[in-house]
């Protein structure tokens, strides 16, 4: 039928098990959904295997959030 596909992870997470922080690449954007006009925001940086670093809230991000 002349249909091929290809399926693999798309989520991509590296811990540093010293630190803080991870690092992660998310190709579909944060939703996932391909009607958002962020879906392929990342898609670069993931074809290219560059990652994100996400930090952990402070402790006044977190009271605060405790707080609404």
Do not use: F, K, N
Not at 34 to 43: A, G, K, Q, T
């Amino acid at each position: 039928d002349g249909v091929t596909g290809v399926t693999a992870p798309a989520y991509r997470m590296v811990a540093d098990l010293g630190g803080d922080a991870l690092w992660t690449s998310l190709p579909g954007g944060i939703d996932g959904s391909p009607l958002s006009s962020s879906y392929d925001r990342w898609l670069g940086d993931y074809l290219a295997g560059r990652y994100h670093r996400l930090v952990a809230p402070s402790d006044d991000e977190l009271q605060s959030r405790s707080r609404e």
